[in-house]
Every structure is written in structure tokens, then in C-alpha cells.
């Protein structure tokens, strides 16, 4: 009897630091950063976004990523959290569409 309680504890502690350690894991988001790092570099590359453009797009997504360290510092990423993060990410998709297709091209004014 004793030696199942034991088992029991271990295997509630382990699914518990499991638990703990997804808590904080965003994998998608971190994907979605990665996904919009390539944006704004095809853009630059293709000359869709002028220097101007993708300094701000850049400072959003270092806005977001600050945002996503600051939430992450308790250890856990709730619900509300990681809606309030993924909202801004789609904002920030939204800006990247928004001025890679609005008739400016690098190097014209």
C-alpha cells in the first residue's frame, strides 16, 4: 500500500513539473515571430518596404517580444495573457501586410 502511494506521488509530481514547464512554453507565437522576421526581410529584400518601414515594423516585434519576456517572468503564461499576446502579434501581422502593400518602394520618396 504504501509503495502505490509512493508511485502515485511520483508520477502526480512528474506530470506536475510537466505541467509547469508548458506552462510557460509559447510555440506558436515564437513561430509567429519567426514567420514575420522573414516577412520584413523578403520585404527589404524585395524593396516593398523602404528603411523607414521596417525599423518600425522591427521596433513592433521587439515590442512584442518584450511583452512576451515580461509575461513570462512570473512562470506562468495564463489564458488572458496569451490572447492579450497573440492579439498584438496579429496586429503587427496586419502592419506588415499593410506596408508592404501600400505602393511605396525603397528608395522613392
Do not use: C, W
Amino acid at each position: 500500500m504504501k509503495i502505490q502511494t509512493l508511485i502515485t506521488a511520483l508520477v502526480l509530481a512528474a506530470s506536475g513539473a510537466a505541467f509547469a514547464q508548458t506552462t510557460t512554453a509559447t510555440p506558436r507565437l515564437d513561430q509567429r515571430q519567426a514567420n514575420q522576421e522573414k516577412r520584413i526581410e523578403q520585404g527589404v529584400a524585395s524593396g516593398q518596404l523602404n528603411k523607414r518601414e521596417a525599423l518600425r515594423l522591427e521596433k513592433r516585434e521587439a515590442k512584442l517580444e518584450a511583452d512576451k519576456q515580461t509575461v513570462k517572468a512570473d512562470g506562468i503564461v495564463t489564458v488572458q495573457e496569451r490572447k492579450q499576446l497573440n492579439r498584438e502579434a496579429s496586429r503587427d501581422s496586419k502592419a506588415v501586410y499593410r506596408q508592404k502593400h501600400d505602393r511605396q518602394v525603397a528608395g522613392v520618396k
